[in-house]
């Protein structure tokens, strides 16, 4: 029993190690290039005041927009496109409270997704062949920038 235990736990451990690393909302902004190779496109980067605007277009046509602050953080991510990208990629760690927010929400709401939860918050619309998102962590804004600059 104790030996399976120790398997388990070693694949499991081995799993994590090898799962590609994700800029993702309050991830750090050095992965953004995992994140262009995980969505097929290229990369884009412009600096506005004291934060860095990393602008990942995929061969699919969706665009991800990720914000990192003055540490190298990524305080907000946006996106847009016939399809949205894969959330776990982009909300990153706060994949899990997005999806138990998501999940307390009434079910005929999942076309429009507005959640406010601790310091989350997450916009996201789905219609026909057109996505489009924003999510932040109010804490991590930089003094200078507003939540209205997160296009």
Do not use: C
Request: a positive charge; proline letters at 4%; charged letters at 15%.
């Amino acid at each position: 029993m104790k030996l399976t235990r120790i398997a388990l736990l070693s694949l499991a451990a081995g799993a994590l190690v090898s799962l590609p690393a994700f800029a993702g909302l309050g991830g750090d902004s050095a992965s953004v290039q995992a994140d262009m190779v995980q969505l097929k496109g290229t990369v884009r980067v412009s600096t506005a005041g004291t934060f860095t605007l990393h602008e990942i277009t995929a061969n699919s046509g969706v665009k991800v927009r990720e914000y990192a602050g003055s540490d190298g953080r990524v305080f907000a991510v946006a996106w847009n496109g016939p399809a949205g990208p894969d959330l776990r990629q982009v909300l990153g760690s706060h994949y899990d409270q997005f999806v138990q927010a998501l999940a307390a929400q009434p079910r005929h709401s999942h076309r429009h997704v507005l959640i406010q939860q601790g310091d989350l918050v997450v916009e996201r619309t789905v219609f026909q062949r057109a996505a489009s998102g924003r999510a932040w962590t109010p804490s991590m804004l930089p003094k200078d920038f507003s939540a209205e600059q997160i296009q």
